[in-house]
């Protein structure tokens, strides 16, 4: 019917938080609770709410938002701190899985399918889905623990943006490999272009918002709405001009606007637009993508396999990365667990990867399969390894 | 291209601000820079933003959140002792503007078009056009001014109510005499069982919300989102049940919600959603779906005369209500103007009567810049007949 997306949104709101509420009381993260209730709402289970464009476009800002809102809250000094680390971490993050994703895939691959590119071009290619990390659980859990500003978590944040960057690569290397049309020198000099246009562009707007915004120490509409407004405005260049994910530039823009004397008060009513409409969107969506497909013997061995791989690649990857430069054991974990994610980044890999012929269609159930259970379990782990035994400091947990 | 939403939303909210804040600064009402922003932006302009499903959608949520909040801050007191007064002031104001709409139509409607139906039924749907209030633009203008709790305010509000049902009623007698599919007495039905229904369940609804949270005086987020939510499920089941106004629902719900202790918390953070994303959407969507067409001289002499005929019969019809109720000269006049704007509702019954052969489509030109210009001159209007020359009250004006 056509007022459907008004029932839509009115159940995500009321279910993601119910759920939310329930999954706090039993001492999970409520992102938990909000994923769940996608998983419920979608066609995996009562197929109450269907994922419209409307639904898609929503959520894919409330993405935005939450990437913003990190990166309102990033600590500048402390994400150049750990650069070079968060660049070990993902690389080291991004090579594990892909043998780990390789390896599986070779075990299970008969190269019985209609497929015309090589087993080994698809073997590597399942190896690139694992490459992809989705941050924004991770965000929304340690912004929930009052965690997100720990060396852990900033480690993870550069971490997250340079995984994207080599995603992409990985992605358009084996695609171009597959399909001749794709150019690797272009995408690269994209990439490449997006971090001059984010420098020059960037620091210009930076200049001029931090000198609107000082003029006066009131506190005024105007600067959230351009704040707004400028991070939209940023992930949608970053995405359609340059082909990088729209939340990197979501991102690059919260870094942005983060120095502003009045950072303070617009990252607030980012918070009140997120937490009210755009991140329980977002979260349920994840969910809403589900469907359980029918799956032989094999396929579900293949399954549980590549999570397992999926899981424990990551981990040992990031984590060695973040031993190699100096994070404790504690912190290496928390940063490896904080890797662990996939959402929709994978899921949109694997589509990009069947369109151009480099995956079977029967293996998009095992992905399926692994990406929810990754973007599940993340919070319920990052919530174990970030447990203090001293309440050394005060965590400055969310409210509900 | 697939990210275009960013786009849309991105520069709808900056130039709505920017030309908001440039009304402003001329005196004149933010409101009127934001429609203004949706001319320049859509396909009468420059065709920088289309209206996409999406784009749609979320304005309809804007335009629901207004009314919603509309119905937070309303004092129930207040809008029962003028009930009786909104009753006749929505009464002769929908009489009014429908004789005027029929002798403007009866001059000019010549009867040589394709049409099936009678040049009387004709002559009468433009009449029901022009009843049809769009109350939006004026809650936004008297937010604006901090004017929306007086006394003209509550009538006004009252009336928008009762003439968005009237003029159900007045569409459904003449289509069904159009198209003997419609039902008079089944849509009837709809209206009076919406009513029981909120009576019902929406008393219910209030009784467990003021249970709730009443049982902590913590703000708690959970309370904001569960109104929100409940304000998009009532504004749905009104739409999609019982075919009345969404917005009809959301402002219900406004009123059942507004007497929480959490009222005051509530609102603040349901404007927040407002001012960030939903309503500037709104306003620039209305602007969006002007089209210049090309006219001869007879159609635009006959839009003249119905853009005239249109101001003047609310104005008349209304303030005529508000003075026989007893209202001094002054709050009549503020009545009556903020009873002009047609804003969407008139598109929407324009559309409908085209679809049942009701009106020649060579109408719909006069129709949008009717619509168009009432919606603009509103707010200006309100904000003459609303200023004051001593300040006895202290306006508690929107910050922008």
Chains 1, 2 share one sequence.
Not at 165 to 179: E, F, P, Q, R, W
Not at 365 to 394: D, N, Q, W, Y
Request: glycine share 8%.
């Amino acid at each position: 019917m056509h007022y459907d997306y008004l029932f839509f949104v009115a159940i995500i709101l009321m279910s993601t938080k119910v759920l939310g509420l329930a999954t706090k009381r039993i001492n999970l993260p409520q992102v938990v609770g909000a994923l769940m209730a996608g998983l419920i709402l979608g066609p995996a289970c009562l197929g109450l709410v269907e994922k419209t464009e409307f639904i898609s476009s929503l959520s894919e800002i409330g993405v935005i938002v939450l990437m913003f809102s990190a990166g309102l809250e990033t600590d500048i000094g402390e994400l150049k701190k750990c650069g070079k680390a968060s660049f070990i971490i993902a690389v080291i993050g991004v090579i594990v899985p892909l043998l780990g994703g390789f390896a599986v895939s070779a075990l299970f691959n008969t190269g019985e399918n209609t497929l015309t590119t090589s087993k080994f071009l698809q073997n590597i290619f399942i190896g690139i889905i694992l490459t992809a990390t989705s941050v924004s659980i991770t965000v929304e859990t340690l912004k929930e623990l009052g965690k997100l500003s720990t060396r852990a978590g900033n480690a993870i944040l550069g971490a997250a943006l340079i995984d994207d960057i080599l995603g992409i690569v990985a992605l358009t290397v084996v695609t171009s490999l597959a399909n001749p049309e794709v150019e690797i020198a272009t995408v690269l000099l994209k990439i490449l272009g997006f971090f001059v246009f984010a420098a020059l562009f960037g620091v210009l707007f930076h200049i001029l918002f931090v000198r609107w915004t000082d003029r006066t120490t009131e506190k005024l509409h105007r600067y959230n709405v351009m704040s707004f407004a400028f991070c939209l405005l940023f992930a949608y260049i970053a995405e359609a001009f340059f082909g990088v994910a729209d939340i990197t530039g979501a991102f690059l823009a919260g870094i942005l606007i983060s120095t502003s004397t009045k950072n303070k008060y617009i990252s607030s009513r980012i918070e009140t637009l997120s937490y009210m409409l755009l991140s329980p969107v977002f979260f349920a969506s994840i969910g809403l993508n589900v469907t359980l497909p029918k799956m032989g013997a094999s396929i579900v061995a293949f399954a549980g396999l590549l999570l397992v791989v999926a899981v424990l690649t990551k981990i040992i990857g990031c984590g060695l990365g973040a031993k190699i430069c100096g994070y404790s054991t504690k912190e290496s974990l928390q940063v490896g667990i904080g890797m662990v994610s996939r959402g929709e980044v994978a899921l949109i890999v694997a589509n990009k990867g069947a369109a151009v012929g480099l995956m079977s269609a029967n293996f998009f159930g095992p992905i399926v399969i692994m990406v929810v259970i990754t973007t599940i379990i993340t919070p319920i782990l990052l919530k174990i390894v970030f447990a203090e035994k001293e309440s050394s400091e005060l965590p400055v947990a969310k409210e509900a």
